[in-house]
């Protein structure tokens, strides 16, 4: 089982920089795909990044590519979400999300897909 811990949201300015941190517990965090979703008030959780547990393969939302990329940290058994040119449509909550999977190069995109996920971190952009 795995915990997840997520920081690094707050308020900033459309066009600024942020990033998002999601810190694992456990001894097998480079066992698990990694993922990133956000839920804005009233709307569903939606996919925005994923990473495979090699971390060698990644995807990210069509909203979000060019401005948006995921890495992680083995050793810090950590992944992030490096958030660039920000806009007003990306305030939300952001979730990190994590999946056990035997092979390395899977990824998953579905909410459905994982079975983990950490409390969240607000992110509000600001005109």
């Known amino acids: 089982q795995v915990q997840l811990v997520e920081s690094g949201g707050g308020l900033v300015q459309a066009g600024e920089s942020l990033r998002l941190s999601c810190a694992a517990s456990?001894?097998?965090?480079?066992?698990?795909?990694m993922g990133w979703f956000r839920q804005a008030s009233g709307k569903e959780r939606e996919f925005v990044a994923a990473i495979s547990r090699s971390g060698d393969s990644t995807l990210v939302a069509d909203s979000v590519k060019g401005r948006f990329t995921i890495s992680r940290e083995p050793a810090k058994r950590t992944v992030y979400l490096h958030m660039n040119s920000l806009k007003l449509e990306d305030t939300a909550v952001y979730y990190c999300a994590a999946r056990l999977v035997p092979y390395s190069g899977s990824y998953y995109y579905t909410v459905d897909e994982y079975d983990y996920w950490g409390q969240g971190a607000q992110v509000t952009v600001s005109s």
């Open positions: 456990g001894r097998t965090f480079n066992g698990y795909a």
